[in-house]
Every structure is written in structure tokens, then in C-alpha cells.
């Protein structure tokens, strides 16, 4: 197989080697050998709680908020950031929600199967497909999920006629379970979720809690037709709702099965819903509603006939995947991907240049699995994209929004995946709405505020029972980092069609950080209090601490922010007492300063590091995924000053190489962003470590699936590596177009085409090496995909600059441009 996909010559038995199919609502990884397949089926929308969840006891009155806010603010002015620390733990309320395993399905080849197994997944058509055995013996499985129907659909072909049985389960609370129904033969579970699901590292009693209520929580189904060319029988236990809920090893087990005897083909068409309509809605419906909407999209699905279905799919999800691709210049060594990620492999160290196309396929990876996790209408990807077996997944499989939930989208506009983009702006616009509660509710501001964590319901207050430490606990900047990439989208697009629908939002988070802001006795305005996720410092007594005054990552978040709605207000002709207010705090808030060592200082006050070598880079938001933003008067394509540079690069440094695979991939951009291309290398010989070796720590990898390794798997990895390695070949947020910026020597030669620079101009190019391994540009090739996109560029490679003249929707190869006249 070509770099676009995945190989694997044994049977899927643990989590991290299934592999993923999806189509942004409906998820399932696939599991097994060419006997025996299990489909861990996910649904976007399965969640615990509701909207109420945000009402649950736990918070302080708005009184006693206010007070504990006033008297942490006091002693951060004294010096007792501990105090402080301690005094914010009151404001936390509970925790959010969780994201929960939806079914399981195992379709099985009874008797003896085939002892050999090749399975693959074709990023391309998103496929999978499993063999095993030769000639009357043979069996093959075909997997697949279609967005234009909304059903997933399993295929089994044997070479003779052969007995399967099917059997289905959850680890929810089951509440029916069919394996025969008046429609022909199907497959039928009726479920009901928690109310409450506490995070795993949370010491909540009981962790899961069920009511029973209606609209106290969602219910849900799953309804799968059996397409056959035999006989089928059902053996069915009737499911006892009032029996208690059993810790859940294999949710398919006991309670019957369907049985096709004598049959050569086999297709399971498969579909889930459940009573989830929307994040500030409370659940309507009950699970035979949901049965009833899942149902109808199997039949529609049948009616339609699966080779219908299955072109309708194809080319949807290629209208997407086909828009960019990585070809390194090399042969593609043959065989298991897995074999591949270990034989690149070193010690303590990966050798990626081995295997260029092993880092072509990761780079595809992150755009297959954003595609399939994350599209117009379904909620965002979570911290597992869409894919999760555990009733208590890490984390909660939620969307933690200091970092993690961003980086899932830093690929989605620069390497031509914008529409992937919606379901975070439908969650920004939810987030509006329950954080202008949260904001009257604890600080008695304006405008709307979020913090470190959310949901499917959008929950925003701070969470962690009075019991966690505020270093990431307590965040209320999460909605400006999350406006950020409204911005971010709307440069590339062909209107502001975006920015305008949002102003109100855009505008009202400002607002709350306005109140959100404090101004010391020289007039300046800083955030108090302050944490810099997820990080903490010494204080001068030596104690630990995590809350301060005006951390770099607020500053730079508030500035970046106040400045586009003073941009925006100006564009769209609007006057607004929070714009005048914005345009009066610009000149006198805060900036990050050179602190200790000529490192970025991460707060206000040079503190010392606690952790040197912290995963987090809060500090360094601004270099990436943020852009320079000139001081009032410079020209829009001014550079950062030097002094700030050098200290950004020093934190960096300090930092150093070694860190979770999510953090391995923020640096990846980061030395992008400062053309540092060996260290871009140093970095890839990290990110390419297999996870099978116990490195100990927070060591990140890959999986033998190539789910990157936080650990455990967090998708983050894998979509932020996408992006990183797009800037190290394509920038475009200096106010001209960059090319091979940071190329790494892992891909001594090759081609990239379909990648994005603003503000909407695909860019293909090409390269290789001289005798001396220096980059020698070998094509480029620029197409303005709308008008606003036509008109003069500026191109940049190395120290050579051209200008080109582009037309909406007409290639130019621009290469004679930036080429040496000796080349």
C-alpha cells in the first residue's frame, strides 16, 4: 500500500492496533482477524449528563465567589501566590462530562478460520478491509462509513458457504436487545446513558450514576440490518432493565446471538442516534424515538443498494481527502506499518529518514482522522477524536480547550480541510450562551467566559471539586484562544462572511475580559489572577505555586483578541462602548518581558521554574499557532523584535526535545514558525519512537496503529503533527508566502501539492538535494482559489523573494521565479 493507508499482517487485538473509520458522527474502530471481526461503534453525540449537569450542587453562591476572587486578587498584590492558589479551589464546581463507548458488535465465521490475516486501511476511500486464507477457505471483510447515508456498513464474503453468527452489546445500561425484528432480520439495542461520569482521576462516588428520569440523560439506539445469502435463526435473552449495571468486561457476551447458517456473503448495514439536540438543549425524545430515526437511515441505506451507497461515500469522503498529498522522492519499502514504525527505530531515538513515506503516511493520518472525526453538523473531535471504548476514558475523552482541542484544527485551513472547521464554531457560538452564565454566575462580568475544560453540553465553569490545583483547574481565557481560530479561518476565506456572523460573540468575549482585567498604580492593565496552563513556579520562599499576575499566554491572548475586535468594529462600521473601551486598554495593557537568563518570563513576576522542561508552552502562543501582531502604527507586516525572538527562543531551549507526543508536535511548529529545520529533525526522531518500548515518564510515540502517544492516545498528536509539518513546508502568516521554511532532512526529496497560504492560494511544489544536502526548489505552482485571493503576492525561499500575479482559479508555475540562474 501506498502512504496512504495502513498495513497490518496480525490480528487487531488491542486498542491501539485497531483501526479507525468514521464520518464525523459515526465512529467505529475495527478490531479482530479474517475469523472473527469486533466493531467498537462510537456516536459523536453519546455523551453523559444534559444541560442540568452545569446545575449539579458543588458551586459557590455568586456572593462568595466574588468574595474569594477580591481576597485571591489581594494576596497575589502581597506576594502569597500559595494563598491565593488555595482561595481559587473555591470557586471550582464538579467536573464535565464524559464521552461514552456507544455498542459493540462481533460478526464471527464459526468453525475453524484461517490462521493468516492481512489487514489494511485505504485513507483514501476510507476502507478497511481484512483477509485471511486461500481459494474455499478464504474469508474478506470489507468495513466502511458512509456520511451521505449515515450508516456504517460491514462486508463479509467467504470462498464456500459458512455458518457466522452476530452478537451485540454496550457497555451502557441496556435496556432492549433484538436479533429479529418485523423488517427482516435485524439487530436491535436499546440503551440508556449516565447521567454523570466522573473523570477517572477524580475520586468520585459512584464514579457512574444513572437516573432513570426522562430527559435526565440521553438515551440511544442502534439498529444494524442482515443482508444474506443463507438462513438466519435468533437466540435471544430478553435484557432485565431493573437488574443492576455490571462492570462491563465484554459487552457482547450471554444474552443471545443471530446466526446465519450456509451463507457466502454477508453485509451488516449499521446505524446509531440518540435524543441529543444540541448542547444548550435538554434531550428530547426516548430511545424508541431513537430507534425510529436510526431505522430510517438503514432503509434508506438498503433501498439504495450498497453499491449506491458506496460510490455516494467514496466520493464524498474523497472530496476532501484528495484536495492534498506528501510524495517523497524515494522508493516505498513494502510491508506491515507496524514493521516499518519498529525497523526505524534506534534505541532512544527513531531514524525517520529511513522511511520517508512512513512520515508521508502519519501526515496523511492526521487529515484522514480529522475528516472522519470531525464534519459540518457533528460535534468537534475530542481529545480521542471520535473513537473511545472506556466508560471512563482518559480525561474523560472530552474537550480540554488549553491546547488540546485547538490543536485538533491547526491542520484544518493550511492543509485544505477547512470544512472540518464547523463543528468548533458551533461549539464557540454554544459556549456564548453558557458562559455568559458562568460569567454573572462567579465573577459579576460582562460578556462570556470559558475555561479549561467542556463539553457536549458546553459546559464553562471551572471544574475539579474544590480540590484541584489551579494551574489548570482555573483557566478563564479558553474562549479567547478559541475566537482566535475564527480569525485564523476567516484568512483564508474568500469573505468575512464568518467573522460578521460572529461579531456578537467576538465582541462579548471581549467584553468579559475587559471586566476580567485589574490596573496597577502606573495605569497598566494586567489579568490577576493569572495561571499559565499547566505549569507552575517557585515562589522566593521556595514554595510551589501556580497563581499569579498577567502570565505571558493571557497578555498575548487578550492583545491578539482586543485587537480583532477593534480590527473587526473598524471593518464593519461598528461603534460600540467595548470597542472604545479595547481601543483605550490596547496601548497600556501588559507585555511579556525577557525574564532570567534572557528566557520569555512566563508571568508577570521572574519566577523560578519549577519544572524547566514542562510539556505546556503557553508562553510561546504567539509564535505558534498565533501570528506577530504589530504595535499600534507598524505595518501589518512588521517582524516580532528581536529581543522577544531571542527570548522565545530560549524558553524554547530550555524546555528542551524530550515530551508527550501532543507537545512533540506543538514543537514541530513552533521550530517551523523559527525556520529551525534541525531541530524540526530532532523533533521527528521523537515523534516516530514506538510505544511498544516503556520508556517510562511522558515519553510520546506512536502506537502500532499510528494513534500517537500522549501517553495513552490523545488524537491531538496526531492532528498537530499534521499541522507541524505543514508549516515546516508552507508559511504564509508573515505577510508572504514562504516555501520549504523548515525542511526537514527526513525528506531528502519529494512533492507536496493542495497546501494553503493565505489568504486562500494552494500551493504544489517540489524538491530535492544538492551534492552538499542543501534544498535545491524544483517547482511551484500557485492557484488563487477565489477572487479575494487573485492580485500581487510576495514569494519567499531562503534569501530569494519574487513577486507573482494571480488570477482567481488559474494555475501559475512561478519556479524560473526563485531559481538560482546557475540551476
Same mark, same amino acid.
Given at each position: 500500500?501506498?502512504?496512504?493507508?495502513?498495513?497490518?499482517?496480525?490480528?487487531?487485538?488491542?486498542?491501539?492496533?485497531?483501526?479507525?473509520?468514521?464520518?464525523?458522527?459515526?465512529?467505529?474502530?475495527?478490531?479482530?482477524?479474517?475469523?472473527?471481526?469486533?466493531? $467498537?461503534?462510537?456516536?459523536?453525540?453519546?455523551?453523559?449528563?444534559?444541560?442540568?449537569?452545569?446545575?449539579?450542587?458543588?458551586?459557590?453562591?455568586?456572593?462568595?465567589?466574588?468574595?474569594?476572587?477580591?481576597?485571591?486578587?489581594?494576596?497575589?498584590?502581597?506576594?502569597?501566590?500559595?494563598?491565593?492558589?488555595?482561595?481559587?479551589?473555591?470557586?471550582?464546581?464538579?467536573?464535565?462530562?464524559?464521552?461514552?463507548?456507544?455498542?459493540?458488535?462481533?460478526?464471527?465465521?464459526?468453525?475453524?478460520?484461517?490462521?493468516?490475516?492481512?489487514?489494511? @486501511?485505504?485513507?483514501?476511500?476510507?476502507?478497511?478491509?481484512?483477509?485471511?486464507?486461500?481459494?474455499?477457505?478464504? $474469508?474478506?471483510?470489507?468495513?466502511?462509513?458512509?456520511?451521505?447515508?449515515?450508516?456504517?456498513?460491514?462486508?463479509?464474503?467467504?470462498?464456500?458457504?459458512?455458518?457466522?453468527?452476530?452478537?451485540?452489546?454496550?457497555?451502557?445500561?441496556?435496556?432492549?436487545?433484538?436479533?429479529?425484528?418485523?423488517?427482516?432480520?435485524?439487530?436491535?439495542?436499546?440503551?440508556?446513558?449516565?447521567?454523570?461520569?466522573?473523570?477517572? #482521576?477524580?475520586?468520585?462516588?459512584?464514579?457512574?450514576?444513572?437516573?432513570?428520569?426522562?430527559?435526565?440523560?440521553?438515551?440511544?439506539?442502534?439498529?444494524?440490518?442482515?443482508?444474506?445469502?443463507?438462513?438466519?435463526?435468533?437466540?435471544?435473552?430478553?435484557?432485565?432493565?431493573?437488574?443492576?449495571?455490571?462492570?462491563?468486561?465484554?459487552?457482547?457476551?450471554?444474552?443471545?446471538?443471530?446466526?446465519?447458517?450456509?451463507?457466502?456473503?454477508?453485509?451488516?448495514?449499521?446505524?446509531?442516534?440518540?435524543?441529543?439536540?444540541?448542547?444548550?438543549?435538554?434531550?428530547?425524545?426516548?430511545?424508541?424515538?431513537?430507534?425510529?430515526?436510526?431505522?430510517?437511515?438503514?432503509?434508506?441505506?438498503?433501498?439504495?443498494?450498497?453499491?449506491?451507497?458506496?460510490?455516494?461515500?467514496?466520493?464524498? #469522503?474523497?472530496?476532501?481527502?484528495?484536495?492534498?498529498?506528501?510524495?517523497?522522492?524515494?522508493?516505498?519499502?513494502?510491508?506491515?506499518?507496524?514493521?516499518?514504525?519498529?525497523?526505524?527505530?534506534?534505541?532512544?531515538?527513531?531514524?525517520?529518514?529511513?522511511?520517508? #513515506?512512513?512520515?508521508?503516511?502519519?501526515?496523511?493520518?492526521?487529515?484522514?482522522?480529522?475528516?472522519?472525526?470531525?464534519?459540518?453538523?457533528?460535534?468537534?473531535?475530542?481529545?480521542?477524536?471520535?473513537?473511545?471504548?472506556?466508560?471512563?476514558?482518559?480525561?474523560?475523552?472530552?474537550?480540554?480547550?488549553?491546547?488540546?482541542?485547538?490543536?485538533?484544527?491547526?491542520?484544518?485551513?493550511?492543509?485544505?480541510?477547512?470544512?472540518?472547521?464547523?463543528?468548533?464554531?458551533?461549539?464557540?457560538?454554544?459556549?456564548?450562551?453558557?458562559?455568559?452564565?458562568?460569567?454573572?454566575?462567579?465573577?459579576?462580568?460582562?460578556?462570556?467566559?470559558?475555561?479549561?475544560?467542556?463539553?457536549?453540553?458546553?459546559?464553562?465553569?471551572?471544574?475539579? #471539586?474544590?480540590?484541584?490545583?489551579?494551574?489548570?483547574?482555573?483557566?478563564?481565557?479558553?474562549?479567547?484562544?478559541?475566537?482566535?481560530? $475564527?480569525?485564523?479561518?476567516?484568512?483564508?476565506?474568500?469573505?468575512?462572511?464568518?467573522?460578521?456572523?460572529?461579531?456578537?460573540?467576538?465582541?462579548?468575549?471581549?467584553?468579559?475580559?475587559?471586566?476580567?482585567?485589574?490596573?496597577?498604580?502606573?495605569?497598566?492593565?494586567?489579568?490577576?489572577?493569572?495561571?499559565?496552563?499547566?505549569?507552575?513556579?517557585?515562589?522566593?520562599?521556595?514554595?510551589?505555586?501556580?497563581?499569579?499576575?498577567?502570565?505571558?499566554?493571557?497578555?498575548?491572548?487578550?492583545?491578539?483578541?482586543?485587537?480583532?475586535?477593534?480590527?473587526?468594529?473598524?471593518?464593519?462600521?461598528?461603534?460600540?462602548?467595548?470597542?472604545?473601551?479595547?481601543?483605550?486598554?490596547?496601548?497600556?495593557?501588559?507585555?511579556?518581558?525577557?525574564?532570567?537568563?534572557?528566557?520569555?518570563?512566563?508571568?508577570?513576576?521572574?519566577?523560578?521554574?519549577?519544572?524547566?522542561?514542562?510539556?505546556?508552552?503557553?508562553?510561546?502562543?504567539?509564535?505558534?499557532?498565533?501570528?506577530?501582531?504589530?504595535?499600534?502604527?507598524?505595518?501589518?507586516?512588521?517582524?516580532?523584535?528581536?529581543?522577544?525572538?531571542?527570548?522565545?527562543?530560549?524558553?524554547?531551549?530550555?524546555?528542551?526535545?524530550?515530551?508527550?507526543?501532543?507537545? @512533540?508536535?506543538?514543537?514541530?511548529?513552533?521550530?517551523?514558525?523559527?525556520?529551525?529545520?534541525?531541530?524540526?529533525?530532532?523533533?521527528?526522531?521523537?515523534?516516530?519512537?514506538?510505544?511498544?518500548?516503556?520508556?517510562?515518564?511522558?515519553?510520546?510515540?506512536?502506537?502500532?496503529?499510528?494513534?500517537?502517544?500522549?501517553?495513552?492516545?490523545?488524537?491531538?498528536?496526531?492532528?498537530?503533527?499534521?499541522?507541524?509539518?505543514?508549516?515546516?513546508?508552507?508559511?504564509?502568516?508573515?505577510?508572504?508566502?514562504?516555501?520549504?521554511?523548515?525542511?526537514?532532512?527526513?525528506?531528502?526529496?519529494?512533492?507536496?501539492?493542495?497546501?494553503?497560504?493565505?489568504?486562500?492560494?494552494?500551493?504544489?511544489?517540489?524538491?530535492?538535494?544538492?551534492?552538499?544536502?542543501?534544498?535545491?526548489?524544483?517547482?511551484?505552482?500557485?492557484?488563487?482559489?477565489?477572487?479575494?485571493?487573485?492580485?500581487?503576492?510576495?514569494?519567499?525561499?531562503?534569501?530569494?523573494?519574487?513577486?507573482?500575479?494571480?488570477?482567481?482559479?488559474?494555475?501559475?508555475?512561478?519556479?524560473?521565479?526563485?531559481?538560482?540562474?546557475?540551476?
Amino acid at each position: 500500500m501506498s502512504a496512504h493507508g495502513l498495513v497490518s499482517t496480525a490480528p487487531a487485538e488491542r486498542w491501539e492496533e485497531g483501526m479507525p473509520l468514521g464520518n464525523g458522527g459515526l465512529g467505529a474502530m475495527v478490531l479482530g482477524d479474517a475469523r472473527t471481526a469486533r466493531l $467498537v461503534v462510537n456516536d459523536d453525540t453519546a455523551w453523559s449528563g444534559s444541560p442540568a449537569s452545569a446545575d449539579e450542587p458543588g458551586l459557590p453562591d455568586p456572593g462568595r465567589a466574588r468574595e474569594l476572587l477580591a481576597r485571591a486578587r489581594a494576596l497575589i498584590a502581597t506576594g502569597n501566590h500559595v494563598g491565593a492558589g488555595r482561595l481559587l479551589r473555591g470557586l471550582q464546581h464538579r467536573h464535565g462530562q464524559s464521552y461514552l463507548p456507544f455498542a459493540e458488535l462481533e460478526i464471527t465465521v464459526t468453525g475453524a478460520g484461517p490462521a493468516d490475516v492481512r489487514r489494511t @486501511l485505504d485513507f483514501r476511500t476510507a476502507t478497511q478491509t481484512t483477509h485471511g486464507g486461500h481459494g474455499a477457505d478464504a $474469508v474478506s471483510r470489507t468495513t466502511w462509513v458512509s456520511r451521505p447515508h449515515g450508516v456504517l456498513v460491514h462486508e463479509v464474503v467467504t470462498g464456500r458457504p459458512r455458518d457466522l453468527s452476530i452478537r451485540a452489546g454496550s457497555r451502557l445500561r441496556l435496556l432492549h436487545r433484538s436479533y429479529a425484528g418485523k423488517s427482516g432480520d435485524d439487530v436491535v439495542l436499546h440503551l440508556l446513558m449516565p447521567a454523570d461520569v466522573a473523570p477517572a #482521576h477524580d475520586p468520585v462516588d459512584p464514579p457512574v450514576r444513572y437516573d432513570d428520569r426522562p430527559g435526565a440523560s440521553l438515551r440511544g439506539a442502534l439498529v444494524a440490518r442482515v443482508l444474506h445469502d443463507g438462513s438466519a435463526r435468533a437466540w435471544t435473552t430478553p435484557a432485565d432493565p431493573a437488574a443492576p449495571d455490571p462492570v462491563v468486561d465484554d459487552p457482547v457476551a450471554g444474552n443471545g446471538r443471530l446466526v446465519v447458517t450456509g451463507a457466502t456473503r454477508l453485509t451488516l448495514v449499521v446505524a446509531t442516534a440518540t435524543t441529543y439536540r444540541g448542547p444548550v438543549d435538554a434531550p428530547r425524545g426516548d430511545e424508541w424515538d431513537a430507534a425510529l430515526d436510526a431505522r430510517a437511515r438503514v432503509e434508506d441505506a438498503v433501498e439504495a443498494g450498497p453499491e449506491t451507497v458506496r460510490r455516494e461515500q467514496v466520493a464524498d #469522503h474523497r472530496g476532501l481527502y484528495d484536495r492534498a498529498e506528501l510524495v517523497p522522492g524515494s522508493a516505498e519499502p513494502p510491508g506491515d506499518t507496524a514493521r516499518r514504525l519498529l525497523a526505524v527505530n534506534d534505541g532512544a531515538v527513531a531514524r525517520p529518514e529511513r522511511d520517508p #513515506h512512513l512520515l508521508a503516511t502519519l501526515f496523511h493520518y492526521g487529515r484522514y482522522l480529522l475528516i472522519c472525526s470531525s464534519r459540518p453538523g457533528t460535534l468537534p473531535a475530542n481529545l480521542q477524536g471520535i473513537w473511545n471504548r472506556e466508560l471512563q476514558p482518559p480525561w474523560s475523552s472530552n474537550f480540554t480547550t488549553n491546547i488540546n482541542l485547538q490543536m485538533n484544527y491547526w491542520p484544518a485551513s493550511t492543509t485544505n480541510l477547512a470544512e472540518t472547521e464547523e463543528p468548533l464554531f458551533d461549539l464557540i457560538r454554544a459556549l456564548a450562551v453558557t458562559g455568559r452564565r458562568t460569567a454573572r454566575r462567579l465573577y459579576d462580568a460582562d460578556g462570556w467566559v470559558a475555561h479549561h475544560n467542556t463539553d457536549a453540553w458546553a459546559y464553562s465553569l471551572p471544574v475539579g #471539586h474544590g480540590g484541584h490545583d489551579p494551574k489548570w483547574a482555573f483557566w478563564p481565557m479558553a474562549g479567547l484562544w478559541l475566537t482566535r481560530h $475564527v480569525a485564523e479561518h476567516a484568512a483564508f476565506e474568500a469573505d468575512d462572511t464568518l467573522l460578521t456572523s460572529l461579531w456578537d460573540v467576538l465582541r462579548d468575549a471581549a467584553a468579559f475580559t475587559l471586566d476580567w482585567l485589574v490596573r496597577d498604580a502606573d495605569g497598566w492593565w494586567g489579568t490577576s489572577p493569572s495561571t499559565s496552563p499547566e505549569n507552575d513556579f517557585r515562589t522566593a520562599d521556595g514554595r510551589v505555586a501556580s497563581v499569579a499576575s498577567s502570565s505571558a499566554c493571557d497578555l498575548d491572548l487578550v492583545r491578539d483578541h482586543l485587537a480583532l475586535v477593534v480590527a473587526e468594529a473598524e471593518r464593519q462600521g461598528i461603534e460600540d462602548p467595548v470597542v472604545d473601551r479595547a481601543r483605550a486598554v490596547l496601548p497600556r495593557l501588559r507585555r511579556p518581558r525577557v525574564g532570567r537568563g534572557g528566557a520569555l518570563a512566563e508571568w508577570e513576576d521572574d519566577f523560578e521554574q519549577h519544572d524547566p522542561h514542562h510539556r505546556h508552552l503557553s508562553p510561546l502562543v504567539r509564535l505558534y499557532p498565533g501570528r506577530w501582531w504589530p504595535a499600534p502604527g507598524e505595518p501589518a507586516t512588521s517582524a516580532p523584535a528581536p529581543e522577544w525572538l531571542d527570548a522565545a527562543v530560549r524558553l524554547l531551549d530550555e524546555r528542551g526535545d524530550e515530551s508527550t507526543g501532543w507537545s @512533540l508536535a506543538w514543537k514541530i511548529g513552533l521550530r517551523a514558525r523559527l525556520r529551525q529545520a534541525p531541530a524540526v529533525d530532532r523533533l521527528l526522531r521523537l515523534m516516530f519512537r514506538d510505544m511498544e518500548t516503556d520508556r517510562g515518564g511522558q515519553s510520546g510515540g506512536l502506537y502500532p496503529n499510528l494513534f500517537a502517544a500522549h501517553p495513552p492516545f490523545q488524537i491531538d498528536g496526531n492532528l498537530g503533527f499534521t499541522a507541524g509539518l505543514a508549516e515546516a513546508l508552507l508559511q504564509s502568516h508573515r505577510g508572504e508566502i514562504e516555501l520549504l521554511p523548515a525542511l526537514p532532512a527526513a525528506l531528502p526529496s519529494g512533492r507536496v501539492r493542495g497546501l494553503v497560504a493565505r489568504p486562500g492560494i494552494e500551493v504544489d511544489l517540489g524538491w530535492d538535494r544538492d551534492g552538499n544536502g542543501a534544498p535545491r526548489l524544483l517547482a511551484v505552482t500557485l492557484r488563487a482559489r477565489h477572487a479575494r485571493a487573485a492580485g500581487a503576492h510576495r514569494l519567499r525561499w531562503g534569501t530569494r523573494t519574487a513577486t507573482v500575479e494571480l488570477a482567481a482559479g488559474r494555475a501559475v508555475e512561478a519556479t524560473g521565479l526563485l531559481r538560482p540562474a546557475a540551476s
